[in-house]
């Protein structure tokens, strides 16, 4: 039994270069992430069950609109509110889509919600 030498990875066709000047860009376009963590005030909810269906709508609504990846990160026993957190990932518009984002559940949520935002470019995130 022979053995085969294994095949040389191929090179990447746009190999990573700092801009000067300008934000950091994977393949010309510039790269944001934003996490936005969403606490909600739910006062009037009796039941975890009660809680689990409105952040199940919520979440899957945010989901199909603003195509953000979102999920309940704390506090998934406690009634009173709930705790989530969205990233949105993009170019330029990120920021733009975030403010959407976050009118659109101030929209769903008539008990009051608070927000916290963090935005990444693509050389925060490499380090």
């Not at 040389?8 to 994977?26: S, V």
């Not at 039941?47 to 919520?58: F, N, W």
């Not at 969205?86 to 330029?92: D, H, I, K, Q």
């Not at 929209?107 to 693509?122: I, S, Y």
Request: proline fraction near 9%; hydrophobic fraction near 40%; glycine fraction near 6%.
């Amino acid at each position: 039994m022979a053995l085969r030498a294994l095949p040389r990875p191929i090179p990447h066709p746009y190999p990573a270069k700092p801009a000067r000047g300008r934000p950091p860009t994977l393949r010309g376009v510039p790269a944001y992430v934003c996490l936005l963590e969403i606490q909600i005030s739910l006062p009037h909810v009796t039941s975890l069950k009660e809680k689990r269906r409105i952040v199940k709508s919520l979440t899957s609504q945010v989901r199909q609109r603003f195509g953000a990846a979102i999920s309940e990160v704390a506090d998934h026993d406690v009634r009173g509110h709930a705790i989530l957190l969205s990233a949105l990932v993009g170019g330029r518009d990120t920021v733009k889509r975030a403010d959407e984002l976050a009118r659109f559940v101030e929209a769903r949520c008539p008990d009051g919600c608070t927000f916290e935002r963090d935005l990444r470019t693509l050389a925060d995130i490499r380090g």
